[in-house]
Structure formats: structure tokens, C-alpha cells
């Protein structure tokens, strides 16, 4: 658990600062831990009566630090949503300035503006930024 905190907190604070690239990089860790600790989660609560038995203090502590994570991960999520809204917003306004340079703006030779207009091709992004 507490390698999976570091590990949003840090990808929370590359996404914030606008590093998506360096924030990817963590994702194969990242999914890692999570399954892991999905796996430490679930063998705990299959085995709560007996950990409480067991290792009351053990079983307390684990609980609280669950607690804490809770926020640290809608923090992140939230960030990791609000960075893919941003994305979409400019890939959409980009895809839509492309397809407005394509339209027809003259008149055909009766008067009347084509029928048929050229939908975009596509757009070409430069990922060496």
C-alpha cells in the first residue's frame, strides 16, 4: 500500500505539472501494485475475524491507513479525469477547425452550393513535443 500511495502521489503531481509523458511511464508499476494490492484487500477481508483476533493493533492500523488512501486515490482520479477532459476538449476543437477548412465556401455552376462536401481526412499530431 504504501508503494502504491508514492506511486499516485507522484503520478498525481507529473500530471499537474502538465509531465503526461513522464506520468505514463508509471502505468505498467502502477497496475502492478494495484493488483496487488486488490489481491491483499480481498485475503483481508475474507479473513477479517481472524486478523482482528489475531492482530488487533495490526488490524486497526491497516484499517486507518485504508482510510487515508481513499482520498489520496479520488485526488487522482479526479486529476487523471480533469487531464483527459483537457485532451479530448482540444483534440475535438482541432478535428473540428480541420474539417471546417474543408467545406465548401463557393458555388457550383447553378448557383447553388455543392451538395457533397468532403468529410476530414484526419489530423496529424506531433508527439515529439
Do not use: W
Not at 506511486?7 to 511511464?25: H, M, Q
Not at 455552376?109 to 496529424?124: F, H, L
Amino acid at each position: 500500500m504504501e508503494h502504491l500511495l508514492e506511486l499516485i502521489e507522484t503520478e498525481t503531481g507529473l500530471v499537474r505539472a502538465g509531465k503526461l509523458k513522464d506520468a505514463g511511464t508509471l502505468q505498467p508499476e502502477k497496475a502492478r501494485l494495484i493488483h496487488a494490492y486488490t489481491r491483499g484487500m480481498l485475503c483481508a477481508k475474507q479473513h477479517a475475524v481472524a486478523l482482528g483476533n489475531l492482530s488487533p493493533a495490526g488490524s486497526h492500523n491497516l484499517r486507518r491507513r485504508h482510510a487515508e488512501f481513499q482520498p489520496v486515490l479520488r485526488i487522482n482520479l479526479a486529476v487523471l479525469s480533469a487531464a483527459r477532459d483537457v485532451t479530448n476538449t482540444i483534440v475535438t476543437t482541432v478535428a473540428k477547425a480541420v474539417g471546417a477548412q474543408q467545406s465548401t465556401t463557393t458555388y457550383g455552376p447553378t448557383g447553388q452550393a455543392p451538395s457533397i462536401s468532403k468529410s476530414a481526412n484526419g489530423i496529424a499530431i506531433n508527439q515529439s513535443l
